[in-house]
């Protein structure tokens, strides 16, 4: 059997607590910056020194072919075919080769200096963002899709990514080479130079309205797609629903409706994108030309030699291939921009549950729970609690119980600081839970919820969980006493098996019954039963209502329970309606009062039969 110790080596960690400063940048620049000064300088450093050097050298090309084709120029054409080099055309030929070289051999180390960056910053920023995002409270999960969440941790590194890519890779050589043609230009003829400025700003500014139009046409055919997969996924989940209605031509007009919306979008970027190219291309061509005409007319006046004509081509050439590659990268750029802010603004939101300041580590002895005047209101106004005090005695077991809205679950997620009241306190053992670190709070809490959660991993996995490192002796004795050793074992992977996404591998009682497990190797001194056996039926539930009973031993337990048969065995059962108890005590005394309590048993136990 495989086996799970705590101390397992693994991959470096990166959490955003281990960057310095308590302000998470809100902005993709600084939130790239706070990367690139705290884990990547020297990395950025040579990327940069790196795509300069293979541009500069690049941009002194020119040069090198103008002092060949002047050496070429020059010889004596009345010398006859002896085949001899003047001793001036070989080192001008070697300094052409060796600046091609050269160029390359930086175009190499800056690709090498990236293989050794680019990955090391997707894990960075995924990992951050990560740990960033789980230290949200329940209510955010709550309210964002899990797969939306996790589609941004997995976008927002590749487009951190292409925009460092961008700004030091294309952006750098851009400048590099602009500083190189200006000079060279403006030596030969100052026209050229401000030619060569004036169509790189216009052209670069224009470049800047086509991509951002771009990628508002972009983002409505991304949403587009996004639409037509989530009909496509509405109908194949419910494929049955439409079998059972026969609904399948009204599926089929759904879906045709969001795939022509989807073909439209699709259409309009195309038909943008040809347009833009037609637009861009021409102007380059353009510019081109007339630089190539101006230095034509400056030869033929006779104020410009072949030489200087060779340069000033091919640096037109150069400096034009350079800014249309840029020009193609701005769409790159504003569409990551607009990827990589999305991501920020929905994942970097403050926390809303966070330590205080100070924060103290709970200290459990006897497990004694006190609500003292607890007022809470959901967010959208909805009120819950007002001056709600209740006392639950270390070692208690006590069930919560009353209809729907009662306020049962609301009270256990305020003890689990799922949520914060808005007056009042709970104290566990005499101190104020809002004073603890909300690590030491779970770690004195054990949960065994109505739909228990488990990971796509294997059930040992799931298990150990609760206590990393846990020995294998004590895993097979958490299990035992939760029964579900002997129905692990039959599988053929035993504790290796597999259980599936949510558990889907596992029934509703094995399910239950791996919670119970988790549960009793986490040894909590403080158990909370949340409708733990309600979805069940009554064979499984008596089952398992056995290992609950084990459980229970020498704790603190707070049952929620809509099916009074799991709670006649409490100590106390308080009766809940409209955030108020009404009436509390034993199973027994509660039914001879004959109050809420007693009419709901006796429905349950047969009030709707004749």
Not at 250 to 256: I, Q
Not at 395 to 410: D, F, I, Y
Not at 485 to 491: A, G, S
Not at 565 to 592: N, P, Q, W
Request: neutral net charge; proline residues 5%; glycine residues 8%.
């Amino acid at each position: 059997m495989r086996f799970w110790p705590s101390d397992a080596p693994g991959p470096e960690r990166v959490s955003y607590r281990d960057f310095p400063g308590s302000t998470v940048p809100r902005s993709p620049f600084g939130f790239l910056m706070m990367f690139v000064r705290h884990r990547f300088a020297a990395n950025v450093a040579g990327l940069a020194l790196s795509a300069m050097a293979a541009m500069g050298l690049m941009g002194l090309e020119p040069v090198a072919l103008r002092h060949l084709v002047e050496v070429l120029e020059g010889l004596d054409p009345q010398r006859g075919p002896d085949g001899a080099w003047p001793a001036t055309l070989a080192p001008w030929l070697a300094a052409l080769g060796g600046l091609w070289m050269a160029s390359a051999l930086f175009n190499r180390i800056y690709e090498w200096v990236d293989a050794h960056t680019s990955p090391r910053l997707r894990s960075a920023v995924q990992a951050y963002l990560f740990s960033y995002l789980m230290e949200h409270a329940p209510q955010y999960f709550h309210d964002n899709f899990a797969g939306r969440l996790g589609q941004k941790i997995k976008q927002a590194p590749e487009s951190a990514m292409t925009l460092m890519s961008i700004a030091v890779h294309d952006m750098t050589r851009i400048w590099v080479i602009l500083g190189i043609a200006l000079g060279l230009l403006a030596s030969s003829h100052l026209g050229f130079a401000l030619l060569l400025l004036g169509w790189t700003a216009l052209f670069l500014y224009t470049s800047v309205l086509f991509s951002r139009r771009c990628v508002i046409l972009s983002r409505k055919l991304s949403d587009d797609m996004s639409a037509v997969s989530g009909r496509l996924v509405d109908s194949i989940t419910n494929a049955d629903l439409v079998r059972s209605f026969v609904g399948l031509v009204r599926e089929r007009t759904l879906l045709a409706e969001t795939l022509s919306s989807e073909r439209n979008s699709s259409q309009s970027l195309r038909t943008f994108l040809i347009l833009m190219r037609f637009m861009q291309y021409n102007a380059t061509l353009l510019f081109q030309i007339i630089l190539v005409g101006m230095a034509v007319n400056e030869a033929v006046a006779g104020r410009m030699r072949p030489g200087d004509f060779v340069m000033v081509f091919s640096l037109s050439n150069l400096v034009a291939t350079n800014v249309w590659n840029l020009s193609n990268r701005l769409l790159d750029w504003f569409e990551h921009l607009g990827t990589l802010t999305e991501a920020i603004e929905l994942i970097i939101r403050p926390h809303a549950i966070v330590d205080p300041p100070g924060a103290r580590t709970l200290e459990v002895g006897e497990g004694a729970v006190e609500i003292e005047d607890l007022c809470f209101v959901h967010a959208d106004g909805t009120p819950v609690f007002e001056s709600l005090r209740l006392a639950i005695a270390g070692g208690e077991k006590v069930a919560l119980v009353g209809p729907s809205g009662a306020g049962k679950s609301t009270l256990i997620r305020l003890l689990l600081r799922h949520y914060e009241p808005q007056g009042g306190s709970i104290r566990i053992d005499g101190q104020d839970i809002a004073g603890v670190t909300l690590d030491s709070l779970n770690h004195a809490i054990a949960e065994v919820p109505q739909v228990p959660g488990l990971f796509h991993r294997p059930i040992g996995e799931n298990i150990t969980y609760a206590r990393p490192g846990a020995s294998e002796e004590d895993l097979w004795s958490a299990a035992s006493r939760a029964d579900c050793h002997d129905f692990i074992m039959r599988r053929p992977a035993g504790y290796d098996t597999v259980v599936g996404e949510r558990g889907v591998r596992l029934s509703g009682g094995e399910r239950q019954r791996v919670a119970i497990a988790r549960a009793f190797l986490k040894d909590a001194p403080i158990l909370i039963l949340d409708e733990a056996t309600s979805s069940l039926d009554s064979e499984t539930e008596h089952m398992i209502q056995q290992s609950l009973w084990r459980l229970m031993e020498g704790r603190t337990v707070i049952a929620v329970a809509h099916r009074l048969s799991t709670i006649t065995g409490m100590d106390r059962v308080f009766y809940m309606e409209a955030g108020r108890i009404v009436e509390e005590g034993s199973h027994a005394a509660l039914l001879r009062r004959n109050g809420p309590y007693a009419r709901l048993w006796n429905r349950q136990v047969g009030g709707f039969l004749p």
